[in-house]
């Protein structure tokens, strides 16, 4: 539920501004090239996109590093349904262990999200991400990890 909530928060920014690039970069192509395309303005297009990706790709990074290194512990998502995430002795962590934790869930999406249900067998309810950052995924109001 957190991890809905969260993609909610970003995408809904990320989508008007998306459909605003969009109307303007129709505006500015017109519609004659589709009849006769450039090979310019499809690497243009293309290169667009790139760019558009990868800044996508860094505001979700840094919104989950800064959210679960704030004292808050946790993004939007976590906090609405009452998580946190810290290290092994109950503290925040740092900008660096959260960051290392975001890149580490690669991992565990990349193998058929097994990373993500090894927390459902693990003594102490830790994903992949979380044995490789040493990090917990707790309830607020918990105390024990």
């Known amino acids: 539920m957190a991890h809905i909530i969260d993609q ?51 505001g979700q990074w840094l919104y989950f590093a800064f959210m679960e290194s704030s004292p808050s512990r946790g993004s939007l998502g976590k906090i609405a349904v009452g998580l946190q995430v810290v290290d092994s002795r109950g503290q925040t962590i740092s900008f660096a262990r959260a960051s290392g934790r975001y890149f580490a869930k690669f991992l565990s999406s990349m193998i058929l999200m097994i990373g993500y249900i090894m927390a459902g067998f693990t003594a102490k309810k830790q994903a992949l991400h979380d044995i490789l950052a040493d990090t917990y995924v ?5 105390q024990e990890y």
Do not use: T
């Not at 998306?18 to 303005?41: C, I, K, M, S, T």
């Not at 707790?138 to 918990?142: A, D, F, G, K, P």
């Open 8 to 58: 909610l928060v970003i995408s809904v920014e990320l989508r008007l501004r998306d459909d605003r690039h969009r109307f303007q970069h129709r505006q500015h192509l017109g519609h004659h090239w589709l009849d006769d395309p450039d090979p310019a303005a499809i690497i243009a297009v293309i290169g667009g996109w790139v760019v558009f990706a990868a800044i996508i790709s860094i």
């Open 138 to 142: 707790i309830y607020s109001r918990q």
